[in-house]
T-cell receptor
Framework: QKEVEQDPGPLSVPEGAIVSLNCTYS??????FMWYRQYSRKGPELLMY????GNKEDGRFTAQVDKSSKYISLFIRDSQPSDSATYLC????????????FGAGTQVVVTP | DSGVTQTPKHLITATGQRVTLRCSPR?????VYWYQQSLDQGLQFLIQ???????AKGNILERFSAQQFPDLHSELNLSSLELGDSALYFC???????????FGPGTRLTVL
């Protein structure tokens, strides 16, 4: 079983809708939680990261972490066709020197 | 453009062969990470180097090895290649202690 589980989708939404993405993880020692976005044929790029539990907002993006249930979420408001990509959640320990455990990635398609 | 460069972009080779993938990190980044991305396994951490020294190891096969040179560029060597080694190989770099890893465009390896 992978340490970070993520539904691969695809998830199709109409333009303007809220995109809701989720991951679960099994290692309770994970402290940092990230969301990366990967466009087709490109490398992943960091969208947001949070430390421990809580919410973080950046423009149209909101990341949430619930350590009690080992649940990670990303919400994209007012979705645009340019948001169509694969979104990967990732987690790491505090002292892991940056070793990231990635979920499988969820493919999101925003239709005009 | 993340500032991380990888060569070559594509590589087609035969089973049993050996290849070398090259990565140049962003200017100033001392940490380099290698990841393998395949359809069935997703994005998996292979190995990390910091300023020339190996710092963390993931699910890297014994047939694979890496090194980081004094100029901080890194090479990933894959030997005795098998069909299952066909994948996208990403290099990422970061400053020490940062949660943000900057990914290169990847090298697509096809083993025939």
């Amino acid at each position: 079983q992978k340490e970070v589980e993520q539904d691969p989708g695809p998830l199709s939404v109409p333009e303007g809708a809220i995109v809701s993405l989720n991951c679960t993880y099994s290692n309770s020692a994970f402290q940092y939680f990230m969301w990366y976005r990967q466009y087709s044929r490109k490398g992943p790029e960091l969208l947001m990261y949070t430390y421990s539990s809580g919410n973080k907002e950046d423009g149209r993006f909101t990341a949430q972490v619930d350590k009690s249930s080992k649940y990670i979420s990303l919400f994209i408001r007012d979705s645009q066709p340019s948001d169509s990509a694969t979104y990967l959640c990732a987690s790491r320990l505090t002292d892991s020197w940056g070793k990231l455990q990635f979920g499988a990635g969820t493919q999101v398609v925003v239709t005009p | 453009d993340s500032g991380v460069t990888q060569t070559p972009k594509h590589l087609i080779t035969a089973t049993g062969q050996r290849v070398t993938l090259r990565c140049s990190p962003r200017s100033g980044d001392l940490s380099v990470y290698w990841y393998q991305q395949s359809l069935d396994q997703g994005l998996q951490f292979l190995i990390q180097y910091y300023n020339g020294e190996e710092r963390a190891k993931g699910n890297i096969l014994e047939r694979f090895s890496a090194q980081q040179f004094p100029d901080l560029h890194s090479e990933l060597n894959l030997s005795s290649l098998e069909l299952g080694d066909s994948a996208l190989y990403f290099c990422a770099s970061s400053v020490v202690g940062s949660n943000e890893q900057f990914f290169g465009p990847g090298t697509r390896l096809t083993v025939l």
